[in-house]
């Protein structure tokens, strides 16, 4: 099966020396994964309140350092049941190099604060202990940055300027999010259920299979498209497209998915309805069931003929 895709440079790119140039000073864009990991967030602004929504909706569990008042949204997080087991709240300002919280107790560590003496003395602190931090609006301080984000279900999507101009992540943001299919969520959860289908049915990590299942994904992905990919939402299609794809080495398009899906929904159909007339007339259990694997029987032997 053939697939494109972009990675390393191929032994005849080697040859020809086609190495793609290297641009320095990009990010290295990751998406973290800190469900229940700890997280120190020391403010209790606008900015912070940006801050906690993310880091809630990753899971994480966050020490937040502020005095009163907070920003509405951070109160009402705090006390919101379904939010407030993640927060733990300290009404105060933060001591710097003498507060009892140390950030080497925590996986990240961020600053949103008007105070830039403190700001600088919390990024030497986690700098001595190797923890990385973000310190709100200024740039060299920032081990790591927030852009702008888009989220639809499973799907996120962060512009990143390198901390040169939020409002223009934000621009391109929305710019992005108009172009996005409306069902772009349901076509990402269709191809995961089917990924997770096959890792099941071809389990394992690395070597040979490993290769063979990425390429016959990347494949069917090529072949039935986003818009298409909505359709592995459903157990019956995943199922024939393995069966009769990834078990036969080949790529099954959705045409073909929709006629043989159509066909085993007619048939069950066909039975229902011949069932429900047989019980009617008042044919004994026994012989209902016997009249339906009956009609079963011929339905499946005249397609299988076809």
């Known amino acids: 099966m053939a697939s494109t895709s972009v990675g390393p440079p191929s032994r005849s790119d080697m040859a020809n020396d086609s190495y793609p140039p290297i641009q320095p000073g ?34 994480a569990h966050i020490t937040l350092v502020s005095p009163s008042p907070l920003e509405p949204s951070i109160a009402h997080r ?18 710097g190099r003498t507060d009892p919280i140390k950030v080497s107790d925590f996986d990240l560590v961020m600053t949103a604060i008007d105070d830039n003496p403190l700001s600088a003395q919390v ?12 310190v709100a609006d200024i740039p060299p301080q920032c081990d790591f940055y927030f852009g702008a984000q888009i989220r639809q279900g499973p799907l996120q999507i962060m512009i990143s300027t390198g901390g040169l101009g939020p409002r223009a992540s934000a621009m391109i943001r ?10 772009i969520e349901e076509s990402v959860k269709g191809i995961g259920s089917l990924r997770s289908d096959l890792r099941k049915r071809a389990p394992g990590v690395g070597g040979e299979r490993g290769q063979q299942r990425m390429d016959w994904m990347k494949d069917l992905c090529d072949l039935w498209g986003l818009e298409q990919m909505t359709r592995f939402n459903d157990e019956e ?25 159509q066909k085993v929904g007619q048939f069950w159909e066909q039975v229902k309805q011949f069932g429900h007339t047989q019980l009617a007339a008042g044919v004994s259990g026994f012989g209902a ?18």
């Not at 929305?174 to 299919?181: C, H, Q, T």
Request: with cysteine; net charge positive; proline share 4%.
């Open 174 to 183: 929305d710019i992005i999010r108009k172009a996005l299919p409306e069902n």
């Open 78 to 95: 705090i006390s919101d049941p379904s939010t407030s087991s993640q927060i733990k709240w300290h009404e105060r300002p933060y001591l």
């Open 123 to 134: 990024c030497e602190m986690c700098r001595e202990e190797r923890v990385m931090v973000n």
């Open 289 to 306: 069931g016997l009249a339906v694997a009956t009609v079963a029987t011929i339905y499946l032997t005249r397609n299988a003929a076809r």
């Open 237 to 261: 299609t995943r199922r024939f497209v393995l069966d009769q794809g990834w078990d036969n080495g080949k790529m099954v398009s959705p045409t073909e998915v929709k006629g043989k899906v």
């Open 26 to 59: 990009a990010s290295l864009m990751l998406a973290l994964r800190l469900q229940d990991r700890p997280i120190l967030l020391i403010g209790g602004g606008v900015v912070a309140s940006q801050r906690l929504y993310f880091l809630l909706e990753s899971g």
